[in-house]
């Protein structure tokens, strides 16, 4: 007899999704599609490890959900294949301090510190280390990073450097003397056409999905909706699958796609706010506000705002992450500019 609670844990049969795994955030896919320009890039800059010299220094922008990070993770652990090598990865959103960078770096490669450390102190053991040790440090979300010292000393150092950031200009308010020695080369991750992320999706699909379970033109609207975004683009498929589940329909229909693509967008957006620095999260709140403003008026309204205001050169390169993020629309140039909520 089947009790109440075996009933209420009882597993439905698998009509639509016959693997989950494939589309969390946390499935690594074997191929990486439609970035063959980058991953040469990558590669090229990296290349010099196979040599035992140091590599050259990368920075990697692009909008939301390109396949930076993907990317970069990938191509690390290839290269550890073909050399000996270190590699090290910290996103700099969870660890904002020098401090904290480099305690996690010296965690992932197995050398013991503990929180009384200097940074000069780290700084030497670092330096110690590459006496004998070839190192490669990705550094992501590097403009999250509240510090630019240790940029600096990084770039004097003999780590290879791998920065990536939403934002191209990430790098541009440095000083210039950072900016000399780090000499990073710069490559784009432009948001991915449509046709590129139904190629994603559709292998994505082959491993989660049962056959038949959507068709090329649900796809297509997925892959039309998601703005270049493949994080947006596997979430709204795999919500969409289980709204079709819960209906116990075997098949993906567009209504499906809409309220998945409904409750996508609000995780977005609130993903999107989570990543903004302290002026842009000001600007943001002041144009909440108002919904709309000029370029001038929001520069002005900013500046009574806040106790260190920035230049008017940030504060344009600020605006421009958050319209890249979705969160803001531009309309109009230089002074006849406005700006809008989304
Ligand atoms: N070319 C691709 N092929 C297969 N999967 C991809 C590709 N590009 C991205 N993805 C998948 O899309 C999701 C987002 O990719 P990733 O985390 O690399 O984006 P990102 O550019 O680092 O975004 P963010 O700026 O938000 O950190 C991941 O699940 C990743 O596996
Ligand atoms: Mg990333």
Redesign the pocket.
Known sequence: MITMTQNLFYQKEKIVIKNEMPLL?A???EE????DGQKQFVAQALQPAIQNMKTRNVFIH?P????????TQWIMNELKQHCDVKTAYVNCWKKNTPHAVLQDVFSQINIFTNYRHSISELMDKLDKFQQDNRLILCLDEVDAMTDDSLLYDLARSKTGLIMIS?DQYALMNLDSRIKSSLASETIE?PAYRASEIAD?LK?RIDYALMRGAIKQKEIDTIARISSGD??IA?ETLRKAALFAEQQDVVQITQEHIEKSFGTTRYYRKTEALKRLNPHEKSLYLILEKHGELKTQELYERYLEDVDKPTTDRSYRNYMNNMTKLNLVEAEGELTGRRYRII
């Open positions: 955030e499935f690594v896919p990486i599609q439609h970035r692009g939301t959900g390109t396949g930076k990070t993907l990317l939403n991750f994603i292998q493949v994080r596997i």
